[in-house]
């Protein structure tokens, strides 16, 4: 096993369990444990804990904007597109290992020693929403609908947070 396997290998293990069970709570054996790679080398890809958080949340934020705007930009009507986040996040709120926003997790167990790609990528899901609104005020209320139905759908998940958010979308939309 080269470096590079090892690392997808580590970040896969990574993600399913800090998703999971929170970051706080598993520690660099059980993430060596479940991925398989032997603890000199995951300390030679991952010298801290803190540089595996971070790496699993670069890969978490590149996928998941990546998915997202995919969606939103299939429409050809800019309406269409914004609706098209809310119908994503339904998609989302369904899969079976939902349990809410990564980042807003991360920065809710770790708080000041969060990693700067909390903030980046809430900085980019704004620079999304601003791109299909052209409206950096209406970006704005939408970033509070998709945030707040996320937390909701943590709560109790399935779809209707945010169908409802759709709905107030569209009434933004309107208006």
């Known amino acids: 096993m080269d470096d590079e396997e090892a690392r ?12 999971r069970h929170g970051i706080q709570a598993v520690g660099m054996d059980r993430i060596r444990t479940a991925s398989g790679v032997p603890l000199k080398r995951l300390y030679r890809v991952f010298p801290a804990k803190e540089s595996l958080v971070t790496a699993y949340l670069e890969r978490r934020d590149r996928r998941w904007l990546d998915s997202l705007r995919t969606a939103a930009l299939a429409p050809a009507q800019p309406r269409a597109r914004v609706l098209a986040v809310f119908d994503w996040l339904a998609d989302w709120f369904t899969e079976p ?8 997790n ?20 704004h620079a999304l929403l601003t791109d299909l609104t052209a409206d950096p005020a209406l970006a704005d209320r939408l970033l509070i609908l998709t945030e707040g139905a996320t937390a909701v759908a943590a709560l109790t998940p399935g779809p209707e947070p945010a169908h409802r958010a759709r709905e107030i979308a569209e009434l933004l939309l309107d208006v």
């Open 97 to 104: 290992d939902f349990r809410g926003c990564a980042f807003l």
């Open 106 to 125: 991360a920065y809710g167990e770790l708080g000041a020693a969060a990693p700067e790609i909390i903030r980046t990528h809430k900085a980019e899901l």
């Open 8 to 19: 997808t290998r580590l970040l896969d293990a990574a993600e399913e369990l800090f998703y």
